[in-house]
T-cell receptor, first 114, second 111 residues
Framework: KAGVTQTPRYLIKTRGQQVTLSCSPI?????VSWYQQTPGQGLQFLFE???????NKGNFPGRFSGRQFSNSRSEMNVSTLELGDSALYLC?????????????FGPGTRLTVL | LAKTTQPISMDSYEGQEVNITCSHN???????ITWYQQFPSQGPRFIIQ???TKVTNEVASLFIPADRKSSTLSLPRVSLSDTAVYYC????????????FGTGTRLTVIP
């Protein structure tokens, strides 16, 4: 069974630009969660989607948004990029809701904002 | 929100048992406790999950006291390959909970 895939793996953008990251969950998984990881803040939760609905949201500004499609694939978008948005963005999928089911993580997208 | 507190780092020699404790004083009645392991340049990997008492699988044990305000991940006979960051996660299905991973515990296994 294929694992969670994320594209692109690496991305370089400049301040003010926007970016869209993509995540394909494991087949059959209905929940997709997004996380931001930085050396200083650790692993922080962005949002969780389940059956195309946002179920949970972390403490991030409105510049961070996401969506989930009917095939459970998910995208997250960051608008008006700031230097502090440079991070590893991880996506995880699970059969059911993330907190009570095993989450399977993808390899991440490393975003660098210049 | 059941925020968690873990030690920032721990060192252990190969072959020893390692216990990592996580405090979650505000845990709610329906919250589960889950532990993840993360190696450098990889996404976290599920280790174990529990609700109360003790849970054991092929890689670890999870001890949860009756008041559930803390939990202890036990790794038997660690090897160098167990060097990683370990995260404690507390939450439940219902409500607007945040999945709070925090900065985890960096375990270094010494030969």
């Amino acid at each position: 069974k294929a694992g969670v895939t994320q594209t692109p793996r690496y991305l370089i953008k400049t301040r003010g630009q926007q970016v869209t990251l993509s995540c394909s969950p494991i087949s059959g998984h209905r929940s997709v969660s997004w996380y931001q990881q930085t050396p200083g803040q650790g692993l922080q939760f962005l949002f969780e989607y389940f059956s195309e609905t946002q179920r949970n949201k972390g403490n991030f500004p409105g510049r961070f948004s996401g969506r989930q499609f009917s095939n459970s694939r998910s995208e997250m978008n960051v608008s008006t990029l700031e230097l502090g948005d440079s991070a590893l963005y991880l996506c995880a999928s699970s059969l059911g809701l993330a907190l009570i089911n095993e989450q399977f993580f993808g390899p991440g997208t490393r975003l660098t904002v210049l | 929100l059941a925020k968690t507190t873990q030690p920032i780092s721990m060192d252990s020699y190969e072959g020893q048992e390692v216990n990592i404790t996580c405090s979650h004083n505000n845990i709610a009645t329906n919250d589960y406790i889950t532990w993840y392991q993360q190696f450098p340049s990889q996404g976290p990997r599920f280790i174990i999950q529990g609700y109360k008492t003790k849970v054991t699988n092929e890689v670890a044990s999870l001890f949860i006291p009756a008041d559930r305000k803390s939990s202890t991940l036990s790794l038997p006979r660690v090897s160098l390959s167990d060097t990683a960051v370990y995260y404690c996660l507390v939450g439940a299905e219902t409500g607007a909970n945040n999945l709070f991973f925090g900065t985890g515990t960096r375990l270094t296994v010494i030969p």
